[in-house]
């Protein structure tokens, strides 16, 4: 039905390559370097290696989809490459400089950034020299509704004045972290979705702060998802993204992608997990036969290759459409697959944990750590709820185009 070019089947064959002979081998020194470090943000030495390789064998910047920055694959040429990374999903994608938030920065940079901007910030996160977060979610707001979204960018003179709190601040502990990109209010006083603007700020700006870490069910992510206070923050107008207004534009030019790259590597995860399912379940044995002969454990092989197979199709529609049509005609199925291959990905991986018995929750396997990530993705870029509003609201008008718009 999808159907590959030769150069993107010879991107799949190179990275499969890299995973099968570089990435899984340096698994378990990954985790040694980290315990050794007795720093949860620590930047292990493996990474830079894994970096150096990928570069070599031409496996660099594969997300980006413009050809003056990286090798202008379409979004379904990169699905399946973001799923192979989701087998490894803590090493592969920074190994190939293909990890978020770094990715959907780097794309709002190109498309929005001045020349300036470029230069400072897109060459280095293109090199993989510096690492970015991404500050939009607020404590003291629903921020699945961004309109709600608090922290002030007031005009002064040449310069704009930030004040507000942020978290959830994707990769702002890691140890190359250089800028944030940040979602304010430039007027309040505006129409809904023309009051938000984006600007770029260098973390070490005075009265940027870097409060703490939020850990996620327990874990220390390497990257850290910070909470930050910004406190009389002065950057110079030309820290802005695009224009006035425009934070709400910019958003969903970078939250469109970002989803697809999010639910292939949640494929990735699930087709992991179920090879570990399968490699249990035939090498264990309870009362006197394989765990695989039991006719649940069967059930739950063949309903995870099913759910699979539904989601990766779903999710490769999705991709085809945003190269043909755009993202905006593609928003149902965006919609619809952050929703469905989080959930899909999670049931694959709980029934690989349950036939892993006390060691599916332990670290001694990557199942609790990709369950509590697929979790946490079912708030990330928007919850479920949002995604299943709009469908709702596509579906409806539909069948009725002046639902909703009603005085």
Not at 150 to 179: I, P
Not at 399 to 406: C, F
């Amino acid at each position: 039905m999808f159907e590959f070019s030769e150069r993107a089947r010879r991107y799949q064959e190179d990275l499969l390559a890299f995973m099968d002979e570089h990435v899984y081998p340096a698994e378990s020194i990954y985790h040694a370097q980290m315990t050794e470090s007795g720093d949860p943000h620590f930047h292990p030495p493996i990474l830079e290696e894994l970096k150096t390789e990928a570069r070599k064998r031409g496996l660099w910047n594969l997300f980006h989809p413009h050809p003056e920055w990286g090798p202008g694959l379409t979004n379904l040429e990169y699905a399946p490459l973001a799923e192979i990374m989701g087998r490894s999903a803590h090493l592969a994608p920074e190994a190939t400089n293909c990890n978020a938030p770094d990715t959907g920065n780097m794309e709002v940079l190109t498309l929005f950034g001045t020349p300036e901007h470029k230069e400072t910030w897109l060459r280095p996160l293109l090199d993989g020299e510096i690492a970015s977060a991404f500050a939009m979610t607020e404590p003291a707001v629903a921020s699945s509704d961004a309109t709600n979204i608090e922290l002030r960018m007031q005009a002064d003179g040449d310069e704009y004045v930030l004040n507000g709190r942020k978290w959830w601040t994707s990769n702002a502990l890691h140890k190359n972290c250089k800028v944030l990109i940040v979602m304010g209010k430039t007027d309040p006083d505006g129409p809904v979705h023309r009051q938000q603007s984006m600007m770029v700020v260098p973390i070490d700006t005075p009265g940027v702060t870097v409060l703490r870490n939020l850990p996620v069910f327990g874990y220390q992510d390497r990257e850290g998802h910070a909470e930050v206070v910004f406190e009389n923050v002065r950057v110079p107008r030309t820290a802005l993204l695009a224009g006035e207004g425009d934070g709400f534009m910019i958003s969903q030019a970078r939250l469109g992608p970002g989803r697809i790259h999010h639910c292939m590597r949640a494929i990735g995860m699930a087709e992991r997990a179920l090879d570990l399912m399968i490699d249990r379940a035939q090498s264990r044995t309870t009362f006197g036969a394989p765990v695989a002969d039991r006719a649940n454990i069967q059930d739950w092989i063949a309903e995870s290759r099913i759910e699979i197979e539904m989601a990766r199709l779903l999710t490769l529609e999705a991709a085809y459409l945003m190269d043909t049509v755009g993202n905006r005609n593609a928003r149902v199925e965006i919609a619809a697959i952050k929703v469905a291959a989080p959930e899909v990905a999670l049931k694959v991986v709980d029934r690989a944990i349950q036939v892993h018995g006390g060691g599916g929750v332990s670290e001694d396997f990557p199942l609790a750590s990709m369950y509590a990530h697929l979790r946490t993705l079912r708030l990330a870029d928007g919850p479920d709820e949002v995604h299943k509003r709009t469908i709702a609201q596509m579906e409806l008008r539909r069948r009725d185009p002046s639902w909703g718009k009603r005085k």
